[in-house]
């Protein structure tokens, strides 16, 4: 059984944290191109990403009257397994921060399972991300509230945040994992991998209870839930940096915000998120729950996932050790 061991990732896209999740100053960027204006031009506008999303938002509208009580239970469970096992565990801690080590296998279940979110290829997903974190709220960031609540919370796909040349963004920004064949296949497999889980709800629908069930299951199970997916996920782009507390000072205006953290599994504890971005616990006060990272626990105590980051610094890291080899 083979370990992943991805390449190394620079500091600066882990949002400024050295190798002992020490919080450092962040440097200011020399290529934070495009910036917001760079990307607002006619020639950047995303048809294949403004399609996606109205198409996907025009088949959940259908809702209400394709209601069945079948569907809402495996539109729950998908949500969760999508939302939180893929996005937030998957894209986000393991592949994005490499807040975990674990199997090459494991690893590519949960971005199988990430893919399926409808937000993106793994590779465009995870360099935005770091991107975000290296100029977060500044000059260069893909969807800071800066320049405009819609903007970071919807209006930002619209257009390309590559500029035009989406390797060398992917190569700057995600270097590891295009350096991956598989992260690459699963690239090409993005809408046929859609198509197909569209095809397998239908069916199992169909042969369950007949044509009622198997359009519910497409309605509710597929763009509902993928639709509420990603406005979870959107809304700690917008909301988690306008509204909320902050347990540390940041170079950002990332907030703890209660809301967010219970639609979005957990990453609502964005301030804590950003002043350690490599730390897989995302809740650092008793009441900040956290079911991602309940998740990661189950998975370390069956020894899926190892030397996972759940200190602040090497201090709190070296104390925690302590305790358990006194237990």
């Known amino acids: 059984m083979s370990i992943a061991s991805p390449a190394p990732i620079p500091t600066e896209t882990l949002g400024g944290t050295s190798t002992d ?9 020399k290529d934070v191109a495009p910036t917001t204006g760079d990307r607002r031009r006619f020639a950047n506008v995303s048809y294949w990403a403004i399609g996606w999303l109205t198409m996907a938002h025009l088949v959940a509208f259908t ?3 394709t209601f069945t009580w079948e569907a809402l239970a495996v539109t729950l ?8 096992l893929g996005i937030c565990l998957g ?9 975990m080590k674990t199997y090459s296998w494991v690893r590519y279940f949960f971005t199988t399972i990430g893919l399926l979110a409808g937000e993106g290829t793994p590779l465009d997903w995870v360099a935005d991300h770091r991107k975000h974190h290296a100029c977060s709220d500044q000059e260069g960031d893909p969807h800071t509230p800066n320049d405009g609540a819609w903007w970071s919370h919807l209006t930002w796909l619209a257009y390309h945040t590559h ?5 060398a963004y992917l190569q700057r920004w995600a270097p590891d994992l295009y350096k991956e064949k598989g992260m690459r296949v699963l690239d090409i497999l993005f809408l046929p991998a859609h198509i197909a889980v569209t095809g397998l709800l239908f069916g199992i629908g169909y042969l369950w209870q007949g044509l009622d069930l198997g359009i519910s299951l497409v309605v509710w199970a597929m763009f509902l839930r993928l639709v509420t997916v990603l406005h979870a996920t959107w809304l700690v782009n917008s909301m988690s940096h306008m509204w909320g507390y902050r347990n540390y000072e940041t170079t ?8 967010v953290a219970i639609v979005a599994y957990g990453e609502g504890w964005h301030n804590n998120h950003h002043a350690y971005p490599r730390m897989a616990k995302h809740g650092h006060r008793w009441w900040e729950f956290d079911i991602t990272w309940q998740a990661i626990r189950l998975l370390r105590a069956m020894g ?19 305790a358990k080899a006194s237990a």
């Open 77 to 84: 469970v998908l949500h969760w397994m999508t939302g939180s």
């Open 252 to 259: 950002d205006d990332s907030r703890n915000n209660w809301f």
């Open 63 to 65: 809702a209400p009257w």
């Open 91 to 99: 894209y986000h801690r393991l592949l994005t921060h490499t807040g």
């Open 304 to 322: 899926l996932v190892w030397d996972v980051v759940d200190y602040r610094n090497a201090a709190e890291k070296k104390s925690l050790d302590q």
């Open 163 to 167: 500029n035009g040349d989406r390797k």
């Open 21 to 29: 999740n020490e919080p450092v100053a962040k440097k200011r960027k």
